[in-house]
Every structure is written in C-alpha cells, then in structure tokens.
C-alpha cells in the first residue's frame, strides 16, 4: 500500500484573508486539493477567507450543500439527506486520500467551532491521518470589530444560538455575564425580547459579516426592524469594568 | 500637535507562534515598540508566542505585573494595586504614542477575551488611535490539540472559571450542552466533582498549555491527582453526535 495523504481541517478565521493564521496559509500554499462547503449559488465564506492564498496549481472541490435554507434539526428527512451529503463528501475525499494527495477542508472560523468539517473528521479520522489547525471565530471577529472587550476576570461567558426556542433562550441568559447569540437570521425579534427580559438589551451589539467588507455594526436598540443575516451575531459584553 | 502613533492590540493566539495570524505577524514586523505582560521571573505567553516575528531593532516593554499569584478579585488592595499598576503602564505607553510611535501591545490568545489589554484599552482608547487584532484562543488550541469538535448545530457553549464558588459552578453545568473551564489550578479538585455531579466527568478532558512544546493532554477521569496549572484548561465536547 502506498502512503496515504494527510487530512488537514484548516481553520481560515472569520472573513479577512488576512486573519488566517501563518499555518493555514502555508498548508494552503502546499496541499494539492482543497475543498470548501458552500450553499448552491454562493462562492461560501470559506472560499472567499482565503482569497488570495491559494496554489493557483490545486484542485479546488466544492461541495454544495442540499439545502439552501436551514431546516429543523429535528427533521429526520433534513438529517438523513445531510448524513448523505456528508457521506458522499468524505468518500469523494477519501478517495484522494488513498491515491496519497493531501487535502485541505477550508472551515470558517474555527473547525470545531459549529463547524462542518466535523462530519468529515468523524468520518475520515478512524481511518486516515487528520490535522486540525484552529481558526479566530466569526464572534472573536464580531468583537474586535466591535471594539468591545467581552470578558473581564471570572465572568462567564454564554454562546447560544438564535434558534432555541424562547423560554430556553430566557432561562439561559438569566444570571450570565457575556452572552454571543449565533445564527440570528429569522429570530431577532424573540431574541430582542429575550434580552430586554433579562435586562441586556441596552449592552447589545448587532454585527453582520464581521471583518468582511460588508460588515454591518449597530446598538440593538438602534436598529428599527427585525431583520437579520443568517449569520447576524448578537454581542452582549459582559458588566464588569475593567480595573 | 505632531502624529500620535497607533496603539494595536495583538492577539497572538494559543502558543504555538504559528497560529499567529498574518495580520499579526505584518503589524509585529513594522512597529518600533513592541510591550507585553508578563508575570516577574518569567518570560510570559504572550512573548514565547512570537518567538521569531518581532522586528529585532523594536523597543521591547515589559509590563510586570505586580503580583505572581492570583488573589481574589474581589479584595481592594489586590484590586487598588493592579488599577495603578494599569494606570502606569498606559502612561509609559501613551508616552511613546504621543512622541509618534505605533505601539503593538501582545495579548496571548484573543485581546478582547480574558484579555489583560483591555484595561490598557479602556485608558487609551478615549485619547489614542487603537486598532484590536482578534486571535486563536487557548480554548481552540486546546480542543484542536485534543482533536474533539466541541460543538454542533445548536448546542449551547458555556465558558466558565474555575475560580467560581461550587454552587455556581453546579448552577451553570446543569443544562448545558459543550463547557470549557479555564483557569483551573488549585480548584482542579471543586471542578471534578462538580462535572461528576452534572454527569460530565465522563467527557471531560484535561488539557494544559495546548499548541506548546509543554502541552498535556489526558481525559480528566485518567488524571489520578489534583495539581493542575494556572493555566490548565477543562473541555466537555457537546454529547451531540455528529450526522
């Protein structure tokens, strides 16, 4: 059997190519393969974080996601047809795996941050070498741009997503200090009562597309309408001053 | 009045200098003063983290702190102390911005994450330029090191000290899907029979000085003792499996 190539899950961070880390972009410099997610139609936040940076000799494999909008995940028809995608994906990578070509999965963000490439971890992993190279997070970027330090000394902080149903989402924030709700989109009108509930809404920061060229950034309480990117993050910092 | 220089909060990420991002590693090889935190008789994180990186005619400022163990933070003369010792460090730097320096201040992992930066930020953000450059976490190093995704779909992530009262620590674990603890050191003991409480202890991994030459990594119900670092991190991946 000849050598198998490497698996690497690179993290490109959360827009800005230039927010890859020194790794990353020498990995991309090198593998010969290099595949990204994306939604039908859209170039995909990966493939657009590491503009610039790839070996213009690489194969580029996109793998289009089945669904353009977001379903429940507690459809089982949505479930199964993604564990299909996912596993037509890791074969199609595998296979160049085998033949001994090292493959690079661009994750945005972090890789094990709400990432998509752990569906293909779990598949590859048991059986081929696999490196992750960790990403700056889309919320890291949404705060630096920001300019709003989150967390101070022992506070905690509380990531959630903009999907949970409304009385979860309240009883989460109750007694947290900083809070990142993610996947905002269709939810900012429970989430704004949720945080006015909890007494955060006037601390709130909408950002959209953080660090990318057509990042949005706004006091919650100052944006008139509900709507919201899918990948709209809200940022409560936590109370505590500095010293 | 002259040109006042810059001040840039650089995140320079887990440890390993690589996970710096390009963006750093730009800003670090231009600016003329270079100023980083450290603890007294030690070298620091953040400075091991860009071993190699810095300009070698740049002016290094090393800011001691003024304790080397960790006192609550809730006693006055702990806190009176490290408010002068803020407050002297951004005079020390405002000087050199206000004479026509840029000034890169390291922040091991994420300036606005448990960053000491920010203290500096607060001072000189309201009079200076001031540009944040969003790092890797050390939790991210850690999880990736561990190489376990830590969180799916909608799973929530709570990020707690290990610093907090038990009660509190037990409070914030009920209900949650995905946890890191930071700051585990003498409270390694508290923690685990908290995560025990909570059904936790079972994912639980321990994971100290990920992404550096010193790393350590072992599930926690393998660690047979109690002695952890300052800086020893606790991962509890989500339950959720993968699709």
């Given at each position: 059997m000849g050598?198998?190539?490497?698996?690497?899950?690179?993290?490109?961070?959360?827009?800005?190519?230039?927010?890859?880390?020194?790794?990353?972009?020498?990995?991309?410099?090198?593998?010969?393969?290099?595949?990204?997610?994306?939604?039908?139609?859209?170039?995909?936040?990966?493939?657009?974080?590491?503009?610039?940076?790839?070996n213009p000799e690489a194969e580029l494999v996109r793998l289009d996601y089945p669904f353009t909008t977001e379903l429940p995940e507690s459809d089982p028809h949505y479930?199964?047809?993604?564990?299909e995608f996912y596993d037509a994906a890791a074969a199609s990578l595998g296979a160049r795996l085998d033949r001994g070509q090292d493959v690079a999965v661009l994750c945005a963000g972090d890789p094990f941050f709400y990432g998509s490439y752990a569906h293909l971890h779990e598949r590859l992993a048991p059986t081929h070498v696999c490196e992750v190279i960790p990403g700056i997070t889309a919320m890291s970027g949404c705060w630096t741009r920001a300019l709003t330090p989150m967390t101070c000394g022992d506070e905690m902080l509380t990531v959630l997503s903009g999907t949970m149903p409304a009385e979860m989402l309240a009883h989460r924030l109750a007694g947290s200090d900083a809070v990142v709700i993610m996947k905002?989109?269709?939810?900012?009108?429970?989430?704004?009562?949720?945080?006015a509930h909890a007494g955060m809404l006037e601390r709130a920061i909408y950002v959209e597309r953080g660090t990318m060229p057509e990042e949005r950034i706004l006091r919650l309480a100052d944006k008139p309408d509900d709507e919201a990117a899918y990948f709209g993050i809200v940022l409560v910092p936590g109370a505590r001053k500095p010293l």
């Amino acid at each position: 059997m000849g050598m198998r190539g490497t698996l690497y899950g690179v993290g490109v961070g959360p827009g800005d190519p230039e927010l890859m880390s020194l790794k990353a972009a020498r990995i991309l410099k090198s593998v010969p393969v290099v595949a990204f997610f994306a939604k039908k139609g859209a170039t995909g936040n990966a493939r657009r974080a590491v503009d610039g940076h790839l070996n213009p000799e690489a194969e580029l494999v996109r793998l289009d996601y089945p669904f353009t909008t977001e379903l429940p995940e507690s459809d089982p028809h949505y479930r199964a047809a993604l564990a299909e995608f996912y596993d037509a994906a890791a074969a199609s990578l595998g296979a160049r795996l085998d033949r001994g070509q090292d493959v690079a999965v661009l994750c945005a963000g972090d890789p094990f941050f709400y990432g998509s490439y752990a569906h293909l971890h779990e598949r590859l992993a048991p059986t081929h070498v696999c490196e992750v190279i960790p990403g700056i997070t889309a919320m890291s970027g949404c705060w630096t741009r920001a300019l709003t330090p989150m967390t101070c000394g022992d506070e905690m902080l509380t990531v959630l997503s903009g999907t949970m149903p409304a009385e979860m989402l309240a009883h989460r924030l109750a007694g947290s200090d900083a809070v990142v709700i993610m996947k905002v989109g269709r939810n900012l009108a429970k989430i704004r009562q949720a945080l006015a509930h909890a007494g955060m809404l006037e601390r709130a920061i909408y950002v959209e597309r953080g660090t990318m060229p057509e990042e949005r950034i706004l006091r919650l309480a100052d944006k008139p309408d509900d709507e919201a990117a899918y990948f709209g993050i809200v940022l409560v910092p936590g109370a505590r001053k500095p010293l």
